[in-house]
């Protein structure tokens, strides 16, 4: 006990003494947990298992990353952008913040009976964000790559008004016109038109216009550039790299183009190939950085996707792209909202204090659910920033599941609530508690088997073949008033009775 009490106030002083530490969030535009060639689900023992699409992707910096670190499996995000974004800076679940939806730049696409009250408008300037809050604490906060916080015409598709010091490349768009330099990243012109459409270009990247370079690769060159200002005078930094790719269109990466020609998958599956090998040239290329600067040893480092799988492969309902699970972008299967999550430190030292602080287990699988909410309370854990009162949060520090462990306090839930149209899953809630899953489609379709429920055991069926509405109705019960519960506490909004204004909540069986 002596030896434990005199640690404390040792450690105390490390802490005092050492810089802060450094935080880098690379988040993937449309990467599911299957785009890798780092295996993420596991067999019966909890050991990693391959499928063929781990064998079709090339990403050897993923798997260098997940050797010094720990990778999650269960790890959820809002089945499409948007709203995965405003979670991953606001620490809470899309149905609290209300963007529920991508964010069209120039028009409210709520959805014929979609509701008429949800976020449309995002983030704004004075709303509580991690960005801003990092500032705040001294950061030099970096935000390079795609926004998509907010519309066009409204400030928050800024960057640099919810918080961040420097924006590179991020503004109201979702995907870029194009990913070559020689198109100035602007979508082609149709047909005999002159004109290219500049409201899809990707914004604030005219030096490299003309060029012969890869979107991908010229966001790189910004991201290091500015880690190397923040390191020169020596300010700490969070990075926020929000690469455009792998979302459509599906142009092909010329550096990767042959590792795939071969593959016996059509052209834009290859060319999918291409952008996933991209984007890990990528990382690879910021940890040799990190390296270089000499701060790789304070530098955390956070890698996920946005949302399910969009590769072009098979059917969006089926077992195809994200295969073994099923569906994709967009759906309400586990191929919509599962992603790759990979924490560690850029290189491990025992005798760094922060890393004492938060030690990350090397080279191991958590199969604990977890999601993008919870990045928001565990970066400012660690770095001593505390949330304001007023300010209502859904996520839980990942501290204990970061080191491989089970963690009894947290609840293994996750709501995705998705109360629009027109995408792959219209007008649907889902809600996993452990390792039973609902899903209640507000307005039935043959998309959901004609009726309001779809049930899930995950832990017997992991790839949703076997809907069990009918033939466990106890079951059904207590997910759906969970799945309520949910909602209500979340004051969500709904979507409504066709014609009206009127709210269309979800009914008990």
Known sequence: MKRFLLTLPFLALQLFAAPPPNIVIMLVDDMGVMDTSLPFLTDAEGKPKRYPLNDHYRTPNMERLAAKGVRFNNF?????????????????????????????????????????????????????????????????????????????????????????????????????????????????????????????????????????????????????????????????????????????????????????????????????????????????????????????????????????????????????????????????????MRVPFIAAWARADATNPHQQRLPIAANTIQSQQAAVYDLFPTVLGLVDVKTPAQH????????????????????????????????????????RDGAWKVIYHYFPTAVSEGSHYQLYNLKDDPFEQMNLATTNPAELKRLMQGLIAGLEAQHAVYPVEKGTTTPVKPQLP
């Not at 913040?97 to 120039?106: A, G, K, L, S, V």
């Not at 930094?237 to 092909?252: D, E, G, K, R």
């Not at 480092?301 to 969006?316: H, K, R, T």
Request: glycine content about 12%.
């Open 76 to 336: 959820c995000a809002m089945s499409v952008c948007s709203p995965t974004r405003i979670s991953i800076m606001t620490g809470q679940n899309a149905a609290r913040h209300r963007t529920t939806n991508w964010i069209n730049p120039d028009n409210d696409n709520a959805g014929p009976q979609g509701p008429p009250d949800w976020n449309w408008k995002g983030l704004n300037p004075g709303d509580v964000t991690l960005a801003g809050l990092m500032e705040g604490a001294g950061y030099r906060t970096i935000h390079v790559g795609k926004g998509h916080f907010a519309p066009r015409a409204f400030d928050g598709a800024d960057p640099s008004k919810i918080g961040f010091d420097i924006n590179v490349a991020g503004g109201s768009i979702g995907a870029p016109g194009s990913y070559y330099g020689k198109e100035n990243f602007d979508r082609p012109a149709k047909g005999k038109a002159k004109a290219k459409r500049g409201s899809s270009a990707v914004p604030g990247l005219e030096k490299y216009h003309g060029q012969d370079i890869f979107l991908t690769e010229a966001l790189t060159l910004e991201a290091k550039s500015h880690l190397s200002d923040a390191v020169k005078e020596k300010k700490p930094f969070f990075l926020y790299f929000a690469q455009y790719a792998v979302h459509a269109p599906f142009n092909s990466d010329p550096r990767f183009a042959d590792h795939y020609k071969d593959s016996g998958k059509d052209a834009p599956a290859q060319s999918f190939a291409t952008l996933i090998e991209g984007m890990d040239k990528s990382l690879g290329d910021i940890m040799d950085h990190l390296d270089t600067l000499g701060v790789a040893d304070n530098t955390l480092i956070l890698f996920l996707g946005d949302n399910g799988s969009d590769a072009p492969l098979g059917n969006e309902h089926a077992v195809a792209c994200a295969a073994p699970l099923r569906g994709k972008k967009g759906s309400h299967y586990e191929g919509g």
């Open 392 to 431: 209502a949060l859904d996520g839980s520090p990942l501290d204990t599941l970061l080191t491989g462990k089970a963690d009894s306090n947290r609840d293994e839930k996750f709501l995705m609530h998705y109360p629009h149209s027109p995408h792959r899953t219209n007008y649907f809630t889902s809600y």
